[in-house]
Every structure is written in C-alpha cells, then in structure tokens.
C-alpha cells in the first residue's frame, strides 16, 4: 500500500506591510548569500563523510559476523576457560584449601564455569540459528521447522522440540543436546571439588611422649638390706590397675604432651614390661583321702585339697559352705611350672571353674590352675594422639636379653640388658641397649613375693577371711579381695583366667612406671625431661578434584563446536546468507501477493499447514511457498 501525503502547506498569517516585507527580503538576499552557501556546502560533506564512516564500519562488522569470527573467538574463550578451570583443579588437587582476602577456590570455578558456558551457549545459538536458513535452503520445509529451529536457539525446551522433530536427521541435533546438557554445568563443575579433612603439622604447638632405654629405680633397703622397698612410683601405678576400676586406664597411659589435640610420633622402642600366661589344670594333684577332724563342723565329712607341684594349695569340704576357693601365690622360678626363667617371681593361681562365693563349694572335678609371668622386653610401636585419645600399635617386640655380669660387663650398671637389631624402622640405632638394673628387679621382687600371695577362706556364708602372710609389707589382702570380690577394670571373669586379665594390667603399669621415670625424675617438668619428640597436628581442610565431573562441560564444547563447524560447512555449500538469529530478513523474505498490511489471524493458523523454501531469484532470496 502507498502512502498519501498532501502538497499543500498550511496556510500561516501573512503580514500585511509589503514595504516591510521586501525589505526583510531583500535584506536577507543581500546581506548573507555567500555564507549561505558555505554553511549549506559544508553540512553535505560533513554528512557524505559520516555516512561513509558508518557504511565502514558496517562493512567491517558485517565482514567478522559473515566469517563467523564472533562466534569462533567465543568457542575459542570457552576452551580457555575450561582449561584455565583445569589448571586451577590440577594446581589445588592435594593441596590444603587456599585462604584468600576476598575470594575463595568454589568462586573461582564457579566465574570460570560461567564464562565457558555462556560462550559456548552463544556458539550454539548463533549455530543453531544459522542452521534454519540452511534447513529451509536445501528444499521445501514444514513453514513450522522455522519456529522449532528459532526455538532451539533460545533454550532448552526448543533443543528438545529439536531433536524430536529432526530425529537425528540433521547435525543440528548436537547442538540441541549441548544446549540440554548445559544445564548440568554448573552443578557438574561445583561437584569437582571435594573437600576433606587432614592433618596438617603445627610447628607453634609441641608433642612429647614419655619413653625409657633403662630403669633403675627402687626405694630404700629394709630388713638390714635384706630386701629393697619398690619404687613408689610403681607401686602405685600397680596398686590402681588392681583396685581402681577406671574404664579410661590412667594407669595404663604414659605421660604425654600435645597442644593441637592431636600428635603423632614417628617409630618409638622402649623398654616396657608384658604379661604372658598358660594354663596350669593338668598339674593339679587333688586329694580327698582325710576327713574333717572330730572336734570341727563337718567332723567326718572328707576334706579336700588341691595342689601344684610348687606347693600353691586349696582346699574344700565337697559341696559345703567352707572352703579356701581361691589361692594365689608368687614362687621361685625354678619351682614355676611353664615360665621357669622368668625374671620376676611367676605368679600361681588356683581357683573353682565359675566361681561364686554366695553358694557351696564345687565338686572335685570344677578347679582349674593358671600361671603367669611378667616379662621386661622391649618394644617398638607407633603412638598417636587424636581428639585428645591416646593410641598405640605395636610395630615389634624383642625378648632376648641377658644379664651384664654373664658377658663379664664390669664397667656398666649391674642389670638385665636388650640388644634387639634393629634399626630407624623400629625407632632405634643399630647397637642401641636397653636395661634394667638390678635395684629394680629386687624391688619388684620382694614387692610381687609379698603382694602376690593369699587365700579367700570362706568359713561360713556369712564369714569371710582374706588369708596372707603376718608379716607381709604390702596389700596381699586387698590383692585377694580384688581378685575374689572385686571388679579389676576390664576382668569381668570368674575362674583362673581373672588373673591373666590382671597380670596384664599391672603390666601396662609398669611400662607406664618404667617410660615415666625420666619424666618423674625432674620432678614433672616437660621442659626438662627427656623426651621424644613428635610432630603437633592440626586438621585442615585439604582439596580432592573428582575429574570425572569434567566430563559433561568438556562434552557440552565439543558438542558446541561440532555445531559450530557443522555449521560454516553447510552455510558455505549452500551458499546461505550468514543472517544466523537476525529477524529482520523474515520482514522481508516473505511474500504472498498481498497489498494489504499486518497478518491475518486466519494466514497465522494457516501458517502450520505451510511449506517454505528459501531461494535466490534474481539476486534477491526468497522464502516462498513453492
């Protein structure tokens, strides 16, 4: 349709002074003709020259988008990113996490992953938008493939109209599914990083641990030197792993240093004490031939006794309320049964199979005997401290050993000497020796000699006897109450095997007692004792890349450029022109012999029913019904 514009000018209010007017006239022809002229020269070359500025760098513009520039920088930038994204991964994997001012390791991925996905979206929009003139140019199409193509270039609802519409007739496709899969790269490169805690050292904070190649302490003699009192340090320490029912062990845990909660120390050897055991029930010898005498309850009833070879004795009346049910006692060790070169007096125990003082005694076949030893060794373990819980695990353990005057050592400390070959591995220097002197072991000797013997006598239900020796030193009594009554920590047992659960308490108390005795002796100070050094611990949270969360970004770009070379191929053999996601040539593309302008409602549903071609006539293209 032409436009209709009327020539005639409005009519304006004429003055009606015609002297005034022509010389108004003639004063305005006269008096500025040649600036007129001049003004009116320069602003046509002022505008020729603007317009040949713009129509340059239209030129220019034109030429970058026809040659696809825009687009390859962008899928070029996007590669960049992606790999700078690797690079920081790879430079942060195993590291601990970065302490920056004011941005943080996720933020970074995080502005990478987006500008990589954004460049590469615009590669596949402009691809994907290119490729509609393509579709339409190779032959006659579906008019509604325009708006399922438009569609797929502007978000993923439409890349999947896609690629249900074109079942993977055309290329078009990859591009459609990366504009899918790109939903899932920012969640994909965020799932890359993981984190987890470690230990890290801290050279601000110490970790110290008690530890001992020798030990010689004893108290004073007694008796005229006829024995030697056992350091009071030891007697204690064995004394609470007996009486003090403390789950935690204190008795047990040498004293140690960590200021970070939590230390580690490399292989340590150190000489220590354990607690070996074997049953002794074959060598019982019971007799029940006597009989309970006249003058006594039970008179005439038998009276039974069980006995070892070393003379550790029990006795019953056979399923009677009076008996002797536990008997306990510390012998030479040329009188033990199995540990006959123990260092220290074997302990020897007899008791009744499941032992219960609330009923009558057992019968003749329900008694069972132990016996047990306690070793000076040496062992090499690794120690650790976490969350302010102490932990040990044995790496070797050497037994050997051998006294100074048998290899005639005359200049050295008289005692038991270790030698284990070993080496760093196990936390010592080849030739290192461990000792124990000779002060320490006639302490512990006399003490286990006294400590270590007695009898529960039960005379009636209702009266009890902690029989030991008269003249002993120590707390035998309180030792057979513990063992017959009493609940030792972690020996919830009621036969023989109660004294194996405690023998080895006392001796983790006396590898406490040996390991503290540099820490005691200068009187409980860290800075002066001498100790082993370990490493302070803090837990930092380090970095773990999961790169097979790179997988979808680096499938999404492939998929991207595939597109986007797919694409130039196609553009170029069709000889398409590059309008890509321009709306404007569909203004003008379109054509049906109307005059008439706007679009029909009725033309807009026809329009499903509609096959185009885009083609050249004469120069110009043409999208037509043909």
Same mark, same amino acid.
């Not at 150190?270 to 049953?279: G, K």
């Not at 031939?289 to 019953?316: H, M, R, Y």
């Not at 302070?536 to 999961?546: L, N």
């Given at each position: 349709?032409?436009?209709?514009?009327?020539?005639?000018?409005?009519?304006?209010?004429?003055?009606?002074?015609?002297?005034?007017?022509?010389?108004?006239?003639?004063?305005?022809?006269?008096?500025?003709?040649?600036?007129?002229?001049?003004? $009116?020269?320069?602003?046509?070359?002022?505008?020729?020259?603007?317009?040949?500025?713009?129509?340059?760098?239209?030129?220019?513009?034109?030429?970058?988008?026809?040659?696809?520039?825009?687009?390859?920088?962008? #899928?070029?930038?996007?590669?960049?990113?992606?790999?700078?994204?690797?690079?920081?991964?790879?430079?942060?994997?195993?590291?601990?996490?970065?302490?920056?001012?004011?941005?943080?390791?996720?933020?970074?991925?995080?502005?990478?992953?987006?500008?990589? /996905?954004?460049?590469?979206?615009?590669?596949?929009?402009?691809?994907?938008?290119?490729?509609?003139?393509? !579709?339409?140019?190779?032959?006659?199409?579906?008019?509604?493939?325009?708006?399922?193509?438009?569609?797929?270039?502007?978000?993923?609802?439409?890349?999947?109209?896609?690629?249900?519409?074109?079942?993977?007739?055309?290329?078009?496709? !990859?591009?459609?599914?990366?504009?899918?899969?790109?939903?899932?790269?920012?969640?994909?490169?965020?799932?890359?990083?993981?984190?987890?805690?470690?230990?890290?050292?801290?050279?601000?904070?110490?970790?110290?641990?008690?530890?001992?190649?020798?030990?010689?302490?004893?108290?004073?003699?007694?008796?005229?030197?006829?024995?030697?009192?056992?350091?009071?340090?030891?007697?204690?320490?064995?004394?609470?792993?007996?009486?003090?029912?403390?789950?935690?062990?204190?008795?047990?845990?040498?004293?140690?240093?960590?200021?970070?909660?939590?230390?580690?120390?490399?292989?340590?050897?150190?000489?220590?004490?354990?607690?070996?055991?074997?049953?002794?029930?074959?060598?019982? +010898?019971?007799?029940?031939?006597?009989?309970?005498?006249?003058?006594?309850? !039970?008179?005439?009833?038998?009276?039974?006794?069980?006995?070892?070879?070393?003379?550790?004795?029990?006795?019953?009346?056979?399923?009677?309320?009076?008996?002797?049910?536990?008997?306990?006692?510390?012998?030479?060790?040329?009188?033990?049964?199995?540990? /006959?070169?123990?260092?220290?007096?074997?302990?020897?125990?007899?008791?009744?199979?499941?032992?219960?003082?609330?009923?009558?005694?057992?019968?003749?076949?329900?008694?069972?005997?132990?016996?047990?030893?306690?070793?000076?060794?040496?062992?090499?373990?690794?120690?650790?401290?976490? +969350?302010?819980?102490?932990?040990?695990?044995?790496?070797?353990?050497?037994?050997?050993?051998?006294?100074?005057?048998?290899?005639?050592?005359?200049?050295?400390?008289?005692?038991?000497?270790?030698?284990?070959?070993?080496?760093?591995?196990?936390?010592?220097?080849? +030739?290192?020796?461990?000792?124990?002197?000779?002060?320490?072991?006639?302490?512990?000797?006399?003490?286990?000699?006294?400590?270590?013997?007695?009898?529960?006598?039960?005379?009636?239900?209702?009266?009890?006897?902690?029989?030991?020796?008269?003249?002993?030193?120590? #707390?035998?009594? +309180?030792?057979?109450?513990?063992?017959?009554?009493?609940?030792?920590?972690?020996?919830?047992?009621?036969?023989?095997?109660?004294?194996?659960?405690?023998? /080895?308490?006392?001796?983790?108390?006396?590898?406490?007692?040996?390991?503290?005795?540099?820490?005691?002796?200068?009187?409980?100070?860290?800075? $002066?004792?001498?100790?082993?050094?370990?490493?302070?611990?803090?837990?930092?949270?380090?970095?773990?890349?999961?790169?097979?969360?790179?997988?979808?970004?680096?499938?999404? !770009?492939?998929?991207?450029?595939?597109? &986007?070379?797919?694409?130039?191929?196609?553009?170029? $053999?069709?000889?398409?022109?590059?309008?890509?996601?321009?709306?404007?040539?569909?203004?003008?593309?379109?054509?049906?012999?109307?005059?008439?302008?706007?679009?029909? &409602?009725?033309?807009?549903?026809?329009?499903?029913?509609?096959?185009?071609?885009?083609?050249?006539?004469?120069?110009?293209?043409?999208?037509?019904?043909?």
């Amino acid at each position: 349709m032409t436009a209709h514009q009327s020539t005639e000018s409005p009519e304006t209010p004429r003055s009606h002074s015609p002297s005034r007017n022509a010389r108004c006239e003639t004063l305005s022809q006269t008096s500025r003709p040649e600036a007129s002229n001049l003004t $009116r020269g320069g602003s046509v070359a002022a505008a020729d020259e603007k317009e040949k500025g713009g129509d340059k760098t239209r030129s220019i513009w034109t030429g970058l988008s026809d040659w696809f520039v825009w687009e390859i920088l962008a #899928a070029i930038l996007s590669a960049a990113t992606l790999i700078a994204l690797v690079v920081v991964l790879a430079k942060f994997d195993g590291t601990p996490q970065p302490t920056w001012k004011h941005v943080s390791l996720n933020t970074v991925i995080s502005w990478l992953s987006t500008i990589s /996905k954004a460049c590469i979206i615009f590669v596949v929009s402009e691809a994907l938008g290119q490729l509609k003139w393509v !579709w339409f140019a190779q032959k006659t199409q579906p008019l509604l493939n325009l708006r399922t193509f438009d569609s797929a270039s502007r978000g993923f609802y439409g890349s999947a109209e896609l690629i249900w519409t074109l079942r993977c007739r055309h290329f078009a496709i !990859w591009g459609g599914l990366a504009a899918i899969l790109a939903l899932g790269f920012d969640p994909f490169t965020q799932n890359l990083l993981h984190y987890y805690p470690n230990m890290v050292e801290n050279t601000s904070q110490r970790a110290l641990l008690a530890n001992a190649s020798l030990y010689d302490t004893a108290g004073p003699p007694t008796a005229h030197a006829a024995l030697v009192w056992v350091d009071p340090v030891l007697k204690a320490n064995v004394y609470s792993s007996l009486f003090n029912n403390d789950q935690s062990r204190p008795w047990s845990i040498p004293q140690y240093a960590c200021g970070s909660s939590n230390c580690t120390w490399d292989p340590i050897a150190s000489l220590e004490a354990r607690a070996v055991c074997s049953s002794v029930t074959e060598y019982l +010898d019971m007799s029940c031939d006597s009989k309970v005498a006249e003058n006594l309850t !039970w008179a005439g009833q038998p009276n039974c006794t069980i006995t070892l070879p070393s003379n550790t004795t029990a006795w019953f009346i056979p399923y009677r309320d009076e008996y002797a049910s536990i008997s306990i006692a510390a012998v030479l060790p040329d009188q033990a049964l199995v540990y /006959k070169n123990a260092t220290f007096p074997p302990i020897q125990m007899i008791a009744p199979y499941d032992f219960d003082p609330s009923v009558e005694s057992p019968g003749e076949g329900k008694w069972q005997a132990m016996e047990c030893s306690i070793e000076p060794i040496v062992r090499s373990f690794n120690a650790t401290v976490r +969350d302010n819980v102490y932990r040990e695990e044995t790496l070797a353990v050497w037994t050997e050993s051998f006294f100074s005057w048998e290899r005639n050592w005359t200049s050295v400390t008289t005692g038991l000497y270790f030698q284990p070959p070993w080496g760093s591995e196990f936390g010592i220097s080849r +030739d290192s020796q461990f000792m124990l002197g000779s002060s320490a072991i006639m302490g512990i000797t006399d003490f286990f000699n006294s400590l270590f013997y007695g009898q529960f006598f039960l005379q009636t239900l209702n009266s009890v006897v902690f029989k030991t020796r008269e003249s002993s030193i120590y #707390a035998p009594s +309180d030792l057979i109450q513990a063992m017959s009554l009493g609940n030792i920590t972690g020996c919830d047992v009621r036969s023989v095997e109660k004294l194996e659960c405690a023998m /080895k308490n006392v001796a983790q108390a006396m590898s406490k007692t040996f390991r503290d005795s540099a820490y005691v002796e200068v009187n409980s100070e860290l800075s $002066r004792a001498n100790m082993t050094v370990g490493r302070a611990m803090t837990s930092v949270s380090y970095i773990q890349v999961r790169w097979e969360w790179i997988v979808l970004p680096g499938l999404v !770009w492939v998929l991207g450029v595939g597109t &986007l070379a797919g694409t130039i191929w196609k553009t170029r $053999r069709a000889q398409v022109p590059k309008w890509k996601n321009d709306p404007i040539p569909l203004l003008f593309l379109y054509q049906d012999g109307s005059e008439k302008r706007g679009v029909s &409602l009725d033309k807009v549903h026809r329009a499903n029913n509609l096959s185009m071609r885009l083609y050249e006539d004469d120069k110009n293209m043409v999208l037509a019904n043909t």
